[in-house]
């Protein structure tokens, strides 16, 4: 059973920076990546970042890219988002996902952890 277990959300003001956190029990291979979604009120789920688990490629969505950093730890099985610059709109809920196939293809991603809160106030 593969899960997903996030860390790190939590309440921050605008411009301070937060680190999440996602352990993953799932067997890992060359087509195995994660990635970062975020879910605001009202809105659909969006993809932030991702990184394709061999060879640590990488891919950003632009309202991220140059704020956040996606990086992992394969020893742990561990990916992390490291966000700076938070801003009121990032304001969502943030899930980690996992899946086989092309690591910035939001279709890839097909576990889900249960998502974690994380608000910026201004």
């Known amino acids: 059973q593969v899960q997903l277990v996030e860390s790190g959300g939590g309440l921050v003001q605008a411009g301070d920076s937060l680190r999440l956190s996602c352990a993953a029990s799932?067997?890992?291979?060359?087509?195995?990546?994660m990635g970062w979604f975020r879910q605001a009120p009202g809105k659909g789920r969006e993809l932030l970042a991702t990184?394709?688990?061999?060879?640590?490629?990488?891919y950003y969505a632009s309202a991220v890219k140059g704020r956040f950093t996606i990086s992992r730890d394969n020893a742990k099985n561990t990916v992390y988002l490291q966000m700076n610059s938070l801003k009121p709109e990032d304001t969502a809920v943030y899930y980690c996902?996992?899946?086989?196939?092309?690591?910035?293809?939001?279709?890839?991603?097909?576990?889900w952890g249960q998502g974690t809160q994380v608000t910026v106030s201004s």
């Open positions: 990184i394709r688990w061999s060879g640590g490629n990488t």
């Open positions: 799932v067997r890992t291979n060359s087509n195995y990546a």
């Open positions: 996902a996992a899946g086989y196939g092309l690591w910035y293809a939001r279709a890839t991603y097909e576990y």
